[in-house]
């Protein structure tokens, strides 16, 4: 550890993350002005990422191992063995860029009990190439309920847990990840751990790279499982909230985001659809419309939203999916 007094504890789960691995360690041990350890959990991974791991000599650096289970289970035991007055989590195929965990450690020394956040992007080879976007959040609120409101409300939501510098206290109060959940896990605990910290600090000198495009990506996969943890982490971000602040405010952003997830589960999981259905109209409605271009714009009107995505369901079974994931390919290109 160096003279700052602080020692983060920097959780990085890992499941066949060998192509990748490397070099987030090494984005990882790179950092200056803190003292950090390195936990990387391996869940069960079948490839090369346990021996490329011990590769690195680097006593900074602990390997521990758990049967595959999920990222959730993986975090949480990570967690557990930390020694850090911080948590920090990284995923196995991102990276930190220089100066990331200096300037949000300065950040959160100097407010107690707060989480720290950070500026992201996109990149798909070339960390380099990392463009930070900017964000309404990207700014110190007093009160955590407020960020929530407002990234919810004027940017997209982001919400990943590696978007945090965590006092180890807010973890320990926050729960941790909830086990059950695959897809859209962050959102339930990100709203945790904040409604449980005493505010959020923006260190906009600390940048996250956040690989897009990997085929083998949690939020790539669109099946029975994961479609039913969306619906769940929703309801339980949903639920933290309104036991925050049961108001119309959070009532309509409860609604919104119910609507998003509805437009994805229908028609393909119907019953999940009809169950959204009833709670946003409990929610008292939501005005938010299915995104897409002219060609929806022209035919929404005329057979709703619902008609528009059995069509589109229909056109993905009949190939229209690999039109999507070239252009897919295109807007990543276009990251770098």
């Known amino acids: 550890m160096n003279g700052s007094g602080s020692l983060i504890s920097v959780v990085m ?16 041990l790179s950092q200056q002005a803190c003292g950090l350890e390195l936990i990387v959990v391996d869940d069960g991974s079948t490839d090369n990422t346990v021996q490329l791991v011990q590769s690195v000599n680097d006593p900074r650096i602990r390997l521990l191992h758990c049967p595959h289970a999920g ?17 920090k989590f990284v995923d ?25 956040s950070c500026r992201w992007g996109y ?9 930070a976007r900017r964000e309404s959040v990207q700014r110190d609120f007093s009160d955590p309920l407020e ?20 006092p180890i206290s ?32 923006y260190a906009g000198e600390a940048i996250y790279g956040y690989r897009k495009g990997l085929p083998t990506a949690v939020t790539q996969i669109r099946n029975r499982a ?38 994805r589960f229908f028609p393909d999981f119907p019953d999940l659809a009809a169950q959204a259905e009833i709670r946003i109209a ?4 939501s005005d938010r419309r299915l995104q897409g271009g002219p060609l929806l714009r022209l035919l929404e009107p005329m057979i709703g939203w619902k008609g528009v995505r059995r069509l589109q369901s229909l056109a993905i079974r009949c190939g229209w999916g690999a039109v999507q994931r070239w252009k897919q390919g295109r807007r990543l290109r276009e990251l770098q």
Not at 13 to 28: K, L, Q, R, T
Not at 105 to 112: I, S, V
Not at 172 to 197: C, M, V, Y
Not at 234 to 262: H, K, P
């Open 170 to 201: 807010v973890w320990q109060r926050s729960g941790g990840f909830n086990e059950s959940l695959t897809l859209n896990k962050d959102f339930d605990l990100s709203i945790r751990l904040l409604l449980a910290s005493g505010g959020v600090r």
């Open 123 to 131: 990149f798909r080879e070339d960390p380099s190439a990392v463009c």
């Open 226 to 263: 994961s479609m039913e943890s969306a619906f769940r982490t929703t309801e339980l971000g949903i639920a933290s909230l309104l036991a925050r602040e049961d108001s119309e405010r959070i009532r309509r952003i409860a609604a919104d985001r119910l609507q998003m997830w509805l437009y």
């Open 71 to 87: 990222q959730s289970v993986a975090s949480n035991l990570g967690a557990a063995q930390a020694r850090g007055d911080y948590l």
């Open 13 to 28: 789960p890992a499941y066949n993350s060998g192509p990748w691995i490397v070099p987030a360690i090494a984005s990882v």
């Open 282 to 285: 409990e929610l008292g409605g």
């Open 147 to 166: 960020w929530i409101v407002t990234s919810l409300t004027r940017d997209e939501g982001m919400m990943g847990a590696w978007m945090w510098l965590i």
């Open 92 to 116: 196995a195929d991102d990276i930190l860029l220089p100066g990331h965990l200096g300037a949000q450690l300065a950040a959160g020394r100097a407010a107690e009990g707060c989480l720290v």
